[in-house]
């Protein structure tokens, strides 16, 4: 079998993965068992841990293997009883299989305890990281490694964990939305965390600005524990702006990353982000997104992972809402209140629960398919937005805490902090720029 590329393993490949690992177990060559590898079941952190004697050390290796991409792990998934057999296999083995050549060295160190290898050097510092800041280390076959997650294809070999990693097992529901949310958008994500808190479901996002950060805060401020999902290492808190926010998730809920300690924010790493959110959840709510969001891949692959993806309507005239129109039009659950998120998650009772699916060898099939459009062909389903001219700082306030939904002017007087004579001539002026208008119950914002 050829691994030096990447594809499905197929026909004799599949014959060749069993016969190794069979020639793996039974030639009586170092074996999962003999290394004296001591399995942590807790997920803690531990102290005095060592590199090649213990499980988190393995999985640690594992999970640096030099190009190992997500096609070659599925592999290993598939013909071997646990990944770590693969750290077992003598060299003929492993050069059998057609390995990389860069892998199969990084194994051979390990056996060896080469520590002056400089890929096990690396993993020794990310061990020593962990230690330090409490991160616990689930994987692959830890009993907190949740089942929901470990069903998609491309689930990570662990993951890095800051708080309560049992958490992880729980039902959630994953929100996502806009970072450039409005106030409405913020308070739904707020109101409709809280609600699903207290139905049983732990809220999962990705610690954005915006609707997750709404989402994370209306758990928490409601006395419930929320998951975030981030794109960097735990260790990290991105963006700056929720470093308390980020605080609160830790000492409340849980901190979680597929990406190791002192992993810095890449633009590249938050889809990988949003397969585990997906991956996490038994349904995506998507509160706000406009037509180039980062939120609707979050909903592709949910529909691609079989989950169910819910999205909340907005305004016609709101640029945030029109992800979530195009969203329903394409088959996914339009939600005014928890009761339809339960009513449609409900729709699929008689079958297995998420959490307690079994670890998958196969993808699973995807239920719906889902297009994004790319950002060169998006074509705004409305004119675009009017030239914004340039406003005075009180205006400015004003459009800011309009919504595209009306609101009173008692309601502006208070997020503004404006008088109401004040209020009014800054509601005239920007109405004859054409930003806001008159509508019954206050003023909408236009633009």
């Not at 969203?327 to 699929?348: P, S, T, Y």
């Not at 939904?405 to 208070?414: F, G, N, Q, V, Y």
Request: aromatic share 4%; proline share 7%.
């Amino acid at each position: 079998m050829d691994l030096s590329r990447e594809g499905p393993v197929t026909g004799p490949s599949r014959f060749l993965w069993h016969n190794a690992a069979l020639m793996n177990r039974q030639e009586g060559t170092q074996n999962v068992e003999g290394m004296n590898i001591m399995h942590s079941r807790t997920g803690s952190p531990q102290a005095d841990t060592s590199l090649f004697s213990e499980a988190d050390g393995a999985w640690l290796t594992l999970s640096r293997l030099p190009k190992m991409g997500a096609r070659r792990w599925q592999a290993v998934k598939d013909h071997l009883q646990s990944p770590l057999e693969l750290l077992a296999m003598n060299t003929a083995t492993l050069r059998s299989l057609s390995l990389p050549q860069e892998t199969c060295d990084v194994i051979a160190a390990w056996q060896g305890h080469d520590s002056g290898h400089p890929i096990l050097t690396a993993v020794a510092d990310i061990y020593a990281s962990c230690r330090a800041h409490h991160i616990h280390i689930v994987s692959w076959d830890n009993e907190l490694y949740p089942e929901a997650l470990a069903a998609i294809h491309d689930a990570p070999l662990l993951l890095y964990v800051r708080g309560d990693a049992s958490l992880l097992g729980r039902p959630q529901i994953g929100i996502v939305g806009s970072r450039g949310a409005t106030r409405a958008g913020l308070g739904h994500a707020r109101e409709f965390a809280a609600a699903l808190s207290e139905k049983g479901y732990l809220v999962t996002s990705g610690l954005a600005l915006g609707v997750d950060g709404a989402a994370h805060d209306g758990a928490l401020a409601a006395g419930y524990p929320t998951l975030a999902v981030i794109g960097t290492g735990v260790d990290r808190i991105y963006p700056r702006q929720h470093k308390t926010l980020t605080e609160r998730v830790i000492a409340q809920g849980a901190l979680v990353s597929d990406f190791p300690p002192g992993t810095s924010a890449k633009a590249a790493h938050f889809p990988q982000r949003n397969r585990i959110i997906s991956g996490l959840s038994r349904g995506v709510l998507v509160v706000e997104a406009s037509l180039r969001s980062g939120s609707l891949i979050t909903a592709r692959l949910a529909l691609e992972q079989g989950r169910e993806v819910f999205a909340i309507p907005g305004s016609i005239h709101n640029p945030q809402a029109r992800g979530c129109h195009q969203l329903i039009r394409q088959g996914a659950a339009l939600v005014e209140q928890v009761a339809d998120i339960e009513e449609e998650l409900n729709a699929w009772e008689g079958m297995p629960a998420a959490a307690s699916e079994p670890k998958p060898t196969r993808k699973p099939e995807a239920a719906l398919t889902l297009s994004v459009p790319a950002s060169k062909s998006v074509k705004p389903a409305l004119p675009p937005a009017p030239q914004m001219p340039d406003l005075a700082e009180r205006e400015i306030a004003v459009l800011g805490a309009l919504g595209y939904d009306p609101a009173s002017t008692d309601e502006l007087c208070t997020a503004t902090g404006l008088p109401a004579d004040e209020l009014m001539q800054s509601l005239l002026l920007l109405e004859l720029e054409g930003l806001v208008d008159s509508a019954p119950g206050g003023f909408q914002r236009l633009a």
